[in-house]
């Protein structure tokens, strides 16, 4: 390693460096929009600074590098790197792997998945579906009854009830939030008036299987109003879901919204948040729509695409659609419910995830207001829930 007196203070540094560190400084200066000489300098001085003994790299593929550092720097590195018993080139290579690890821009957090179940036409079981779903992404791997199930489980799930109805809290033991009070809603169109963080109005969902993974925001009586209020909102209406979830996201891994049945301005937002994000990777984020083995399903399904697609088209985005479920299917209904069933799955896109059967348990577990997978893990149904769970973890 040598030097040139360059003047102004500055002098030319020329050595060698790896391939590999020389290309990851190029790229990194890039990122945090700094000069590559000023970045060597900058590790240089961190070099001499540490009392660590440091890893040595491999230098073997060195080529040419040269870097103008500031007047007296490279002489005092060179006496350094004498002092310590090492070549000046693995000196430098020490010095610029230091700064890449010091200065690493941060990760971005990652995306939470978004997952809106949803189905304008009233009694598919939309409410069973999210809320077996939520649980099965939530239960611990371990209480499955079968291995295969194993690998859907074990995040923290957020559970939404976006439906004024309130199903899926009652479901739940829970009651619907009373009109005027701090709820979703409020958060969505009073947010300057709130006085509490949105994390404090869920509720865990009790259950060993889900190890206080699984949380529930409650129904709010004031969602009845919210395609009224929403027509006169002053701000980004359609962002006005994301807005009041934005706060967190970071708490979970997966928020799942029970949707409500209609078309209207709260639908919207829910398809809104549901979109594709910037650097988001496919099939992590979307809609997921229960069906049933009839053909009014069919065309309830087709109105609800005329939505999606406005949408898209209104604000330029993409919106995913997972998969579809079959639900509360019956082959004793006979060919009606059989060949409507083998016109899903012969869809294609989106794929048919799974066709839960019409079976007690899940009306049981409502009765009694219990999680499907709490009262009867090993039920058919909650297999089905597992396997849906699956499908959209590995997607």
Not at 176 to 205: F, N, W, Y
Not at 286 to 302: C, F, H, I, N, W
Not at 376 to 394: G, N, V
Request: proline share 6%; with cysteine.
């Amino acid at each position: 390693m040598s030097s040139t007196p360059l003047g102004g203070e500055r002098e030319k540094l020329v050595s060698t460096l790896p391939t590999a560190l020389r290309r990851a400084l190029d790229v990194r200066a890039a990122q945090l929009r700094t000069n590559p000489q000023d970045a060597v300098a900058a590790g240089i001085r961190m070099w001499r600074a540490t009392t660590e003994d440091l890893p040595v790299l491999d230098t073997a593929s060195a080529e040419s590098f040269d870097a103008c550092l500031p007047e007296g720097l490279h002489d005092a590195f060179t006496r350094d790197c004498q002092d310590r018993g090492v070549s000046s080139v693995q000196g430098l290579a020490q010095a610029v792997d230091l700064w890449l690890n010091a200065d690493r821009a941060p990760a971005p957090p990652p995306i939470v998945r978004r997952i809106v179940v949803c189905n304008q036409k009233g009694g598919v079981g939309k409410t069973a579906i999210a809320g077996g779903v939520a649980q099965a992404l939530a239960e611990t791997p371990s209480a499955y009854g079968r291995a295969e199930d194993g690998a859907a489980g074990g995040q923290r799930v957020l559970v939404i009830d976006f439906d004024p109805q309130g199903h899926l809290s009652h479901q739940l033991g829970l009651k619907a939030v009373p009109a005027g009070q701090e709820s979703l809603i409020t958060h969505m169109l009073e947010r300057d008036k709130v006085q509490q963080d949105l994390i404090d109005l869920t509720v865990p969902v009790e259950g060993e299987r889900f190890g206080g993974r699984l949380r529930i925001l409650p129904a709010a009586f004031d969602a009845f109003l919210l395609d009224s209020a929403l027509t006169v909102f002053r701000g980004r209406r359609y962002a006005a879901l994301e807005r009041a979830l934005q706060g967190i996201e970071e708490h979970f891994d997966v928020i799942l919204i029970d949707s409500p049945p209609s078309l209207g301005l709260a639908m919207d937002t829910a398809l809104y948040y549901a979109r594709v994000r910037a650097d988001e990777k496919p099939g992590r984020s979307g809609l997921l729509v229960p069906v049933e083995a009839e053909d009014t399903s069919a065309q309830a399904y087709g109105m609800l695409i005329q939505q999606i697609d406005a949408v898209t088209r209104d604000f330029e985005i993409e919106i995913e659609q997972l998969g579809l479920v079959v639900n509360k299917f019956d082959s004793r209904r006979g060919f009606i419910a059989t060949s409507s069933r083998d016109k899903w799955q012969a869809m294609g896109t989106p794929p048919v995830l799974a066709v839960v059967p019409d079976l007690k348990e899940q009306r049981e577990a409502v009765r009694l207001q219990t999680a499907l997978l709490s009262y009867a893990p090993e039920c058919e149904q909650s297999h089905r829930m597992r396997a849906i769970a699956r499908e959209l973890r590995t997607s």
